[in-house]
């Protein structure tokens, strides 16, 4: 197998689990990121992330010498007798408060390859990005391409899920590859030569669509079956059968079906966000994102609505909240539906109690949730309680002890925001019990 000298800039979750899971195809591997903190920690053989499966991979590229690291591009790119072909742009496009993409950084980058290039150069787009990004990046290129050296834009979107990303990178659904040129076609072909997936090569603004429709595609389902077990809590019906129901359906399939508190992270809002407001910059009002955007603003109001519905005056109650990530397996709290659900019951002079088992020290030091009592385990949490949210499904939480948390709690009331457990055995156990779209 014919294997590249890869630059990778943005040491992300992205750029790290691509490095990384590029590296163990075999390549030589340079992740490059500005902030001396993380390189730091970098080159210290330490990830500064938590992703399940990523350590042991780092380890072991880092100690056969195929993985290492820079703190600027032409650094990075540079490495005597492994000069970059391949350069993947990871790094972040966070949102504008309009919603659109801020892409600066990916600018930025664009500008730095081309000022360090010496050859045939791939850029390869991994970040999420607006369509048309690709054709900046080949504008910049362009101009700062003094030499006027060949290169080649790519748009090979990321799919990777936060908890899964080594899984989903190694094994993927598939690999997009937007290219404009056979050559670039025929080096990103064999980049991706060891592994077994069916690879898709279309234009380069097809490349970048397929990212943004897939995301908003997904959270348009979870905001479906949110609204769906709205409806089925009016009427008394279970929405866990009605999506096994629906799911059953190859043509809509079981997945994402999951009703809770409303998708979180640091991709479904933004790029949901970013596709809306890109369609409406371009002249197409895509008034389906916006639906599903307020679906998702109305399901994190369900804990505030069910302590209402069960605890009448709010002001000096106490409500413990079990998990804050934005899904288990993770540590991320980036819009995480935590925060929103803090501000609502916050406002209405709720004393907050908290508990994650992974995200609590990043969870400390955000300013949004000050004011929440952090606690060291889940039985300390609902102490004194009126009432426990279930906010993130941490399997651990399955397992506690119901007659010891009946005990410490004020009020036996259980608000099972993400379906966690069986309504009968919690009722059985003397609790009051709520959960999404069901009886
Ligand atoms: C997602 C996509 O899955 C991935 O392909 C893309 O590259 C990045 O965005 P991620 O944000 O890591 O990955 O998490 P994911 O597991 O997809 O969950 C996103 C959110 O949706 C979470 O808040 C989760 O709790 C919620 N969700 C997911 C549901 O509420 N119900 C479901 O059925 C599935």
């Known amino acids: 197998m014919e294997t590249f000298n890869v630059c990778v800039v943005g040491a992300g979750y992205v750029g790290l689990v691509t490095g990384t899971c590029l590296a163990e195809l075999g390549h030589h591997v340079v992740c490059v990121d500005s902030d001396p903190k993380k390189l730091k920690v970098l080159r210290a053989k330490r990830i500064p992330i938590y992703e399940p499966g990523l350590d042991k991979l780092f380890q072991r590229n880092v100690h056969a010498g195929r993985l290492s690291f820079a703190g600027t591009v032409e650094e990075g790119m540079g490495r005597p007798g492994r000069r970059a ?89 598939r690999v997009v590859l937007g290219v404009t040129s056979p050559r670039a076609e025929a080096v990103m072909r064999k980049i991706y030569a060891g592994i077994k997936a069916p690879i898709l090569v279309t234009d380069v603004k097809s490349a970048e669509l397929i990212k943004h429709a897939s995301n908003s595609f997904l959270a348009t389902k979870i905001s479906y079956i949110n609204a769906v077990a709205a409806v089925c809590e009016k009427v008394g019906a279970d929405v866990t059968l009605v999506a096994r129901g629906m799911g059953l359906d190859h043509r809509i399939g079981n997945q994402f079906l999951r009703p809770g508190l409303g998708f979180g992270g640091f991709c479904f809002p933004k790029d949901l966000e970013a596709f809306y407001w890109l369609s409406r910059q371009k002249g197409y009002d895509f008034h389906l994102l916006k639906a599903v955007k307020d679906i998702n603003e109305f399901s994190k109001s ?30 991320d709290m980036r819009f995480a539906p935590a925060v929103d659900i803090v501000r609502m019951l916050r406002n209405r002079q709720v004393s907050l109690r908290a508990f994650d088992p992974v995200s609590q020290a990043i969870a400390q030091r955000m300013p949004e949730l000050k004011g929440v009592r952090f606690c060291p385990d889940p039985y300390d949490c609902v102490k004194g309680a009126d009432a426990a949210a279930v906010v993130t499904e941490w399997p651990q939480f399955r397992d506690l002890d119901l007659k010891k948390v009946k005990r410490l709690m004020r009020v036996p009331l259980i608000l099972d925001g993400r379906n966690l457990y069986d309504p009968a055995a919690v009722r059985a156990a003397g609790f009051t019990y709520c959960s999404v779209g069901r009886p």
């Open 85 to 173: 072909q391949v350069v993947f742009i990871a790094v972040g496009t966070p949102p504008r408060a309009d919603g659109s993409a801020d892409l600066s950084a990916v600018e930025a980058v664009a500008e730095a390859v081309a000022k360090s290039m010496r050859d045939y150069t791939v850029l390869v787009d991994k970040s999420t990005v607006p369509v048309e990004t690709g054709e900046w990046v080949s504008k910049t290129v362009a101009r700062f391409n003094r030499k006027g050296l060949p290169y080649d834009v790519v748009s090979n979107p990321e799919f990777l899920a936060e908890g899964t990303a080594v899984n989903d990178f190694l094994k993927p659904d």
């Open 302 to 331: 369900w804990v505030l609505r069910k302590v209402e519905e069960n605890l009448w005056n709010l002001e000096g109650k106490t409500v413990a909240l079990l998990g804050l990530a934005f899904k288990p397996n993770t540590d």
